[in-house]
């Protein structure tokens, strides 16, 4: 399974290319099992909650919670929108993700990578259970907790994680989240179509937290350095250029590197924050594109109905969050192809179209649902290539030392940023309502 390399200080050994093949997909499974159960729950908790209010209600076919708010047309309004935001309904989603992800880079190195998953793994399912079973609103909201605190530890942890592996493995782990979206859409509207009940199709759905487990304790091939079952007193071993760069390529340290050339013990809290100032720089940029992101789809989205079109308003906001998901699948899974060093390029042109779209809404002038199609496709390429050059360039710029704590405290970008966005969201989304 592994070949021997040698370098100037010892040898060390590499996985062959059915090892390389083997980390890669199983990162790409990791991404998708990590945000499926998070995307899959917003919709599906709608649903469980629809039935408990009323007898008559349907469950919705969406990809996410925000398609079922805006099923119900306001006669009042202009722009055909629900009373309450979705960022309302965003917020409460992000949240507990956006706390773990600013808590847990200064505690999560003390827990190991296998206990983590595990955590993850029963976090999702107990979700998946609480919003089947729900016989109150508590225990809804409870499960999309639990979801959301599966998805933010997940995130971070692998993300974490990747250091121990070539660096292509990021690819992997990108185009995995990106498809979370698509076949999360996929999978639940089509057993709904088919027929199932909510409670039917997410307990259906609890295969995917198992998959999880055989995906990292099944598929990848980690080095003998990855703190599994027990803490390590340094966190991420230093070795000299030759030998990190082996690591980084998928292989694992030999014992006889010199000890002066490892880490002298864990980050102190001091480095972490050293370490935390100079991620600033990809941190607000990944944060202002997730920002104007989520402003188009929670704030904005919804208000974007054509009247003479041939679908219906809830098709059509279906549609822009279909597209909305391709574009992020396309663009996370296009870190082989082409890589963006300057991802404030990318936050600008995402800003830029929100106030496009802002001006659309307040103004009407955009001609047919066919243009706002082609801009959610784009907006979904532009946050899914800030995301995966964010974290690719971190793994290439960081120091050896800080790699493993910079991965995981650079995610808090994007939720940070959601967060923002769900609390502008809503002002704005009420002000049009009430037009």
Not at 100 to 105: E, S, W
Not at 334 to 348: A, G, N
Request: charged share 15%.
């Amino acid at each position: 399974m592994e070949e021997a390399s040698s370098s100037s200080t010892g040898s060390v050994r590499r996985p062959d290319g059915t090892g390389q093949w083997r980390n890669w997909i199983g990162f790409w499974l990791l991404g998708l099992c990590n945000n499926f159960a998070y995307v899959v729950m917003l919709s599906a908790a709608h649903d469980i909650l629809k039935k408990q209010e009323s007898k008559n209600s349907t469950a919705s076919a969406s990809v996410t919670l925000a398609v079922d708010f805006q099923a119900g047309n306001n006669s009042s309004s202009t722009y055909d929108c629900s009373p309450v935001t979705t960022g309302a309904v965003l917020l409460a989603d992000i949240l507990p993700t956006l706390v773990i992800k600013l808590a847990a880079p200064f505690v999560v190195h003390k827990v190991p990578y296998g206990a983590r998953v595990l955590f993850c793994v029963i976090m999702a399912a107990a979700s998946f259970l609480l919003v089947s079973f729900s016989s109150a609103v508590w225990m809804s909201v409870l499960g999309v907790i639990f979801a959301s605190m599966s998805s933010g530890l997940g995130e971070l942890s692998f993300l974490s994680l990747t250091v121990f592996f070539s660096r292509n493995v990021l690819e992997g782990w990108g185009s995995g989240t990106g498809g979370a979206g698509v076949a999360g859409s996929i999978l639940y509207s089509g057993l709904i179509q088919a027929g199932l009940s909510p409670r039917t199709t997410l307990l259906i759905m609890l295969v995917v937290p198992f998959a999880m487990i055989v995906s990292y304790f099944g598929l990848l091939v980690p080095v003998s350095s990855v703190p599994q079952w027990r803490t390590i007193e340094t966190e991420n071993a230093a070795v000299n250029s030759d030998e990190r760069q082996w690591l980084l390529d998928g292989t694992e340290q030999d014992k006889s590197t010199p000890a002066e050339d490892r880490a002298t013990g864990p980050l102190t809290f001091t480095e972490r924050l050293h370490v935390i100032r100079g991620l600033l720089r990809f941190v607000f940029p990944l944060g202002l594109v997730y920002f104007a992101e989520y402003f188009i789809n929670q704030g904005l989205m919804e208000l974007l109905f054509f009247h003479n079109f041939f679908l219906s308003h809830a098709e059509q906001y279906r549609w822009y969050q279909t597209l909305y998901q391709i574009g992020v699948l396309l663009s996370r899974s296009s870190l082989r192809c082409v890589k963006i060093r300057k991802i404030w390029t990318l936050s600008l042109l995402q800003v830029l179209n929100a106030v496009f779209l802002l001006f659309s809404v307040r103004y009407q002038f955009l001609p047919s649902a066919w243009l706002v199609f082609a801009i959610v496709l784009y907006e979904g390429l532009l946050g899914g290539a800030a995301y995966v050059n964010t974290f690719y360039f971190i793994s290439k710029e960081a120091e050896d030392r800080h790699r493993e704590f910079a991965m995981a405290a650079a995610s808090v970008g994007d939720s940070l940023g959601i967060a923002l966005a769900g609390l502008t969201a809503f002002p704005i989304h009420q002000y049009f309502c009430s037009l």
